[in-house]
């Protein structure tokens, strides 16, 4: 990895925050969520939501548009979500880039969870105590989503192939690619990510 000017290594995040004129105050914040004990600690994958939604704010001002309470999470969730349909996908970009926006080099500077953990840990020497576990976690649901996003893909467009050659009858769709996980024990059902972020089933409850 690269160092930048001032002997650290390099960071697509500090870069971003340089890029889009953030407060350094940011990065405290970013590092405080991470670092913090009990419900307010924040996750790396919540933590790169958190920054990403920054980024799009940003870029919504910049081009002079206008948003009511909730509408930047919305849109974010329009541009990133797994359950959004193509069709609403496309509608969120159309209206971005009306406005000016070039939703192409907004969503290349959407950081990931692992940009957020290097930024933490290399960049600004973070650390803490629970990396490890959380590692093996993250790296598993990041794994499960990337099948997932990659499974979404070609069944939509294999759906939208025989569609268009007129050897299927189908509307706009929404596609659901999900695995839930239903514990035998407890009788608890969760998706398999929802599971892996909630740390487990309801069995210690019962």
Do not use: H
Not at 50 to 56: I, M, Y
């Amino acid at each position: 990895m690269a160092d930048d000017a001032d002997g650290r290594p390099s960071s697509k995040v500090a870069r971003l925050i340089d890029a889009y004129g953030f407060d350094e105050a940011f990065g405290d914040e970013l590092e405080a969520l991470w670092t913090a004990d009990g419900p307010q600690r924040r996750s790396l994958r919540d933590l790169a939501d958190t920054f990403n939604r920054r980024l799009l704010e940003s870029v919504l001002s910049d081009a002079g548009m206008s948003t009511v309470d909730g509408e930047v999470d919305n849109l974010y969730r329009l541009l990133t979500a797994d359950d959004v349909s193509s069709g609403m996908r496309m509608e969120a970009r159309a209206r971005l880039e009306r406005n000016g926006v070039d939703v192409d080099d907004l969503e290349s500077d959407f950081v990931t969870y692992q940009a957020i953990r290097s930024y933490l840990t290399s960049y600004r020497d973070a650390e803490y105590e629970g990396t490890s576990d959380e590692d093996r976690v993250e790296n598993v649901v990041d794994t499960i989503q990337r099948l997932r996003s990659r499974l979404d893909s070609v069944v939509q467009g294999s759906l939208d192939r025989l569609r268009s050659t007129e050897q299927l009858t189908l509307g706009e769709f929404r596609l659901f690619v999900d695995v839930d996980v239903l514990c035998e024990e407890c009788g608890a059902q969760y998706g398999v990510v929802e599971l892996l972020e909630r740390g487990g089933c309801d069995c210690d409850g019962s």
